[in-house]
C-alpha cells in the first residue's frame, strides 16, 4: 500500500469541542467506509484511528482545535470530504442542546 | 463505548500475559479514567465518572454481581449496606431499604436521608427464612416492613402514604420561605451535603447556606487520592450553586464507621476512639495541605468557611491554622487566587462541649451524631444499644444548651449539623436549649421549617 493519503485539516466550531455526541457521530461515519481514516491534533500525530469512539474522545480536543484527517483506499476521498463537512457542520449539534448537554457533565464530575 | 474494541485493547494484551480477567480489565480502565480526570478541560474531565461506571457496570457482570443488582423501584433486604452500595443504585424509581443490622444514625441512613429514599434497620427478622415474594409493603417513619401484606393491610398503607403527602403538601408552604419561630424569632436553616449530585436536584432558595459539606465522597470509588485541582474543581462548583449563601465545608472526616483505603488505620480496637477527623489529618500532613489549598482557592469564588472534625484540644486548632496560613501564603506567592476562609470546628468531643470557651475558633458547630454517642458510650452503628444513642437524653441537651449559651455571650455563630436537626421530635428541645442555626438533610427542610414556625418558648 505505497499510496499517498488524501489529507485535510478543520477547525472545531462546537463549544465542548469533541465532546461524546460529536465523537461518536464522527466514528459511526467513518465506520462507514472501507478507507482507513486516521485523525491526528496536528501533522506530527500521533495519529490515532479515526474510527474508534474510545481513541476519539481520548483526543480530548477542545473548541478551537484543528483536526487532521488522513485516508487511503478506495473510497478515500469522499471519506475525508464527508469527515471534513461534518465538522464544519458542528456536527449538525443545535448550540442550546450541546450547553445543556455540558451542565449535565458538571454534575457528574464530583 | 463498549462497542468499541479499543476500550479493552491494553485490557487484551494484559489477559494473553495470564493476568485474570477482572483485574486486566480494571487496570485498563483505571488508565483511562485518570487520563480523563487529568484532562484541563472540564467536559473532559467529567467524563472520568462515566468511564469509571463503565468499568464498575462489566465488573459487575464479569464477577457476577450484576444478578444481584435490584431492579428499580424495590425494597432492599439485606443484613447490612456499604454507603458505596447505596450511591452506585438508582434511586429514581423509588424503593427503599430494609436491614436486620444497621443504625439510623450509620453514613448509609444519612445518605439515604438526604435522597428521601424510606430506609428501617434493626428488623427482627431471619433472613434465611424469607420467601420470594412480589410486594412488600415499607413504612420508613414507624421502622416497619410487612413482608404478607393482605388486601385490607394494603389498603390502610396506602391510605396513610395518601394522608403523608398531605402533610408534606401542607409543609411545602414553608419551604421557599425563611424559618421564623412563633414569636418572631429568625432561624437559619441550612443544609447538610454528603454527595454533590445532590445539588442537581435542589434550588439554593430552599436554604439560608450549606451548613455541612461531607467530604468523604471525594474518596469513594477512588483508587487514589484526589488532587487539588480535582478538589478545587468539586468545591467552586459547590460555592457557585450557593449562589453568595455561606458554605461550610468539613475537612476530611475518615476513620470511624468512614475508613478510606490507604489513609485511616486499618487495625484499630476501637476506631471511634482512634485516629479519625482532625487527628487523621495532622498525622497525613501531606493530604491536609493539599485538601487546605484546594478550599483556599474555591474561598475566592465565595463565602467559604472550613471546619475541623473532631477537634479534642485547643492546639489541633492553632495546628490546623498554621497550615492553613502557610498554604494560602504558598498561593498568594505563587500568583494563585485563594482567601483565607474562617477556621472553625465542630463541637462533638464532650471535651470541647464542657470546655468549649477554651476553644478559640471562627464558628462552632455542634456535631449531635458524634456528640450523642460518646456522652451516652453508645456506638451509633449498634442496633442492640441504639435506644441509648439518644440526643434527647438531658445530658447531651445539657451541653448543647451550654454551647448555644457560649455562642450568645461571646458573639460567636454556634450551629448544629447532625442528624438531629432535621429531627421532627429533637427541633423543639434543640430550640428550647437555644440553637438558633440548624443544618439538616435538604429532604427534611420543609417540616423542620413547619415545625419551627409552630414553636415558642416555654
Not at chain 1, 464522527?26 to 506530527?44: P, S
Not at chain 2, 416492613?145 to 385490607?152: E, F, M, R, W
Not at chain 2, 442492640?384 to 448555644?404: F, G, K, W
Amino acid at each position: 500500500m505505497s499510496e499517498t493519503p488524501i489529507k485535510a485539516a478543520i477547525e472545531i466550531t462546537n463549544p465542548t469541542g469533541l465532546h461524546a455526541r460529536p465523537a461518536v457521530k464522527m466514528t459511526k461515519l467513518a465506520k462507514t467506509f472501507g478507507a482507513k481514516i486516521q485523525v491526528a491534533f496536528n501533522e506530527a500525530g500521533p495519529w490515532i484511528d479515526a474510527k474508534s469512539v474510545v481513541k476519539v474522545m481520548a483526543l480530548k480536543a477542545p473548541k478551537g482545535a484543528v483536526l487532521h484527517f488522513s485516508a487511503t483506499g478506495v473510497d478515500a476521498a469522499t471519506a475525508i470530504a464527508e469527515l471534513s463537512d461534518l465538522v464544519r457542520r458542528d456536527f449538525d449539534e443545535n448550540h442550546d442542546e450541546a450547553v445543556a448537554h455540558s451542565a449535565v457533565g458538571q454534575g457528574h464530575a464530583g | 463505548m463498549l462497542g468499541d474494541d479499543a476500550l479493552a485493547e491494553a485490557a487484551f494484551a494484559e489477559i494473553e500475559e495470564g493476568t485474570p480477567v477482572d483485574k486486566a480489565w480494571v487496570a485498563a480502565l483505571d488508565g483511562q479514567v485518570a487520563d480523563y480526570a487529568a484532562a484541563e478541560d472540564e467536559y473532559f474531565r467529567a467524563r472520568a465518572s462515566d468511564l469509571a461506571d463503565i468499568r464498575e457496570r462489566v465488573l459487575d457482570h464479569l464477577t457476577g454481581a450484576e444478578r444481584t443488582r435490584p431492579p428499580a423501584g424495590a425494597i432492599l433486604l439485606a443484613e447490612d449496606m456499604p454507603p458505596s452500595r447505596f450511591l452506585s443504585l438508582d434511586w429514581s424509581a423509588g424503593g427503599g431499604i430494609a436491614l436486620t443490622g444497621g443504625s439510623p444514625t450509620s453514613h448509609v441512613a444519612m445518605l439515604a436521608r438526604a435522597r428521601g429514599v424510606p430506609m428501617v434497620v434493626g428488623l427482627d427478622l431471619d433472613l434465611a427464612q424469607v420467601q420470594p415474594i412480589d410486594a412488600a409493603l415499607l413504612d420508613g417513619e414507624g421502622g416497619r416492613l410487612n413482608l404478607s401484606p393482605t388486601a385490607a393491610a394494603t389498603e390502610a398503607f396506602n391510605g396513610e402514604r395518601r394522608e403523608a403527602a398531605v402533610l408534606a403538601g401542607q409543609w411545602a408552604k414553608y419551604l421557599m420561605k425563611p424559618a421564623v419561630t412563633a414569636n418572631g424569632e429568625r432561624v437559619l436553616t441550612q443544609i447538610n451535603v454528603a454527595e454533590p449530585a445532590e445539588l442537581d436536584r435542589l434550588d439554593p432558595e430552599i436554604c439560608d447556606g450549606i451548613g455541612l459539606v461531607r467530604t468523604e465522597f471525594l474518596f469513594h470509588d477512588q483508587s487514589e487520592l484526589p488532587d487539588e485541582e480535582q478538589q478545587f474543581g468539586v468545591y467552586r462548583r459547590i460555592v457557585a450553586w450557593a449562589a453568595g449563601r455561606p458554605v461550610t465545608i468539613r475537612t476530611l472526616d475518615a476513620g470511624g464507621d468512614k475508613p478510606i483505603a490507604g489513609l485511616s488505620m486499618a487495625q484499630e480496637s476501637n476506631p471511634f476512639l482512634g485516629l479519625r477527623g482532625i487527628r487523621l489529618s495532622l498525622v497525613h500532613k501531606q493530604v491536609f495541605r493539599l485538601q487546605l489549598r484546594a478550599l483556599a482557592r474555591a474561598a475566592a469564588v465565595g463565602p467559604l468557611k472550613i471546619m475541623l472534625p473532631m477537634v479534642t484540644i485547643p492546639s489541633e486548632i492553632t495546628e490546623a491554622a498554621t497550615l492553613l496560613a502557610e498554604e494560602v501564603a504558598s498561593l498568594q506567592t505563587a500568583g494563585i487566587a485563594c482567601r483565607l476562609p474562617a477556621l472553625g470546628i465542630m463541637v462533638e468531643v464532650p471535651a470541647a462541649a464542657l470546655a468549649v470557651d477554651r476553644y478559640d475558633a471562627a464558628f462552632y458547630s455542634i456535631g449531635s451524631n458524634d456528640l450523642t454517642q460518646y456522652v451516652t458510650a453508645s456506638a451509633r452503628d449498634i442496633a442492640s444499644v441504639a435506644n441509648l444513642n439518644d440526643t434527647s437524653n438531658p445530658a447531651v441537651l445539657m451541653l448543647i444548651e451550654r454551647v448555644a449559651r457560649f455562642g450568645r455571650e461571646s458573639g460567636r455563630e454556634v450551629s448544629l449539623c447532625g442528624d438531629a436537626g432535621g429531627d421532627p421530635r429533637l427541633i423543639p428541645l434543640l430550640l428550647q436549649a437555644g440553637v438558633r442555626n440548624l443544618s439538616m438533610a435538604p429532604t427534611m427542610l420543609a417540616r423542620a421549617k413547619a415545625i419551627i414556625a409552630g414553636w415558642q418558648p416555654a
